[in-house]
């Protein structure tokens, strides 16, 4: 699968972690880039449990999830948020409402499917964290569950 090409520019973005959420300007640039476990600099998706295989959310579905975040680093990966014991959480897919690499990861499941979805700092939150939860330049993965999406 290959990620969504987009051009160089400005974006603000609004970025959710639980009911926390920052909102900052960023530059970057996409191109063409094929998802595989070995490109540790690109948003990795290990499917855990297969899903029905046919039915895959598109760009501006909304998409609901649970999810358990961890940070990734040296021995341990530290869980730093999660949806079980809550209701499931839904977001916009490509609608600037999650980080990119979660936006990537999910338009990759099928439905009902569970992988963990690794995402480099660059497509997480990058140089500014997330105060609170995640480090600054702090690689991340989530388990995933796509329970279901919409138009």
């Known amino acids: 699968m290959c990620a969504p090409s987009r051009s160089q520019g400005?974006?603000?973005r609004l970025v959710y972690a639980s009911i926390l959420r920052v909102t900052f300007t960023t530059s970057y640039e996409y191109s063409s880039i094929e998802m595989s476990k070995q490109e540790s600099n690109e948003v990795t998706v290990e499917?855990?449990?297969?899903?029905?295989g046919k039915n895959y959310p598109k760009r501006g579905n909304t998409?609901?999830?649970h999810y358990t975040g961890y940070l990734l680093g040296g021995d341990n990966n530290v869980q730093f948020d999660t949806s079980s014991g809550r209701k499931p959480?839904?977001?916009?897919?490509?609608?600037?409402q999650?980080?990119?690499?979660?936006?990537?990861g999910v338009s990759q499941l099928s439905l009902h499917e569970k992988a963990r979805i690794t995402i480099p700092a660059k497509n997480a939150y990058g140089k500014r964290?997330?105060?609170?939860?995640?480090?600054?330049n702090t690689d991340i993965a989530f388990d995933v569950e796509l329970l279901e999406f919409s138009d």
């Open 47 to 52: 499917v855990v449990a297969a899903g029905d």
């Open 10 to 12: 400005q974006r603000s």
């Open 129 to 136: 964290g997330f105060p609170g939860l995640v480090p600054r």
């Open 63 to 65: 998409v609901t999830i």
């Open 98 to 104: 999650v980080i990119q690499g979660l936006d990537d």
């Open 89 to 96: 959480f839904s977001f916009k897919l490509f609608g600037e």
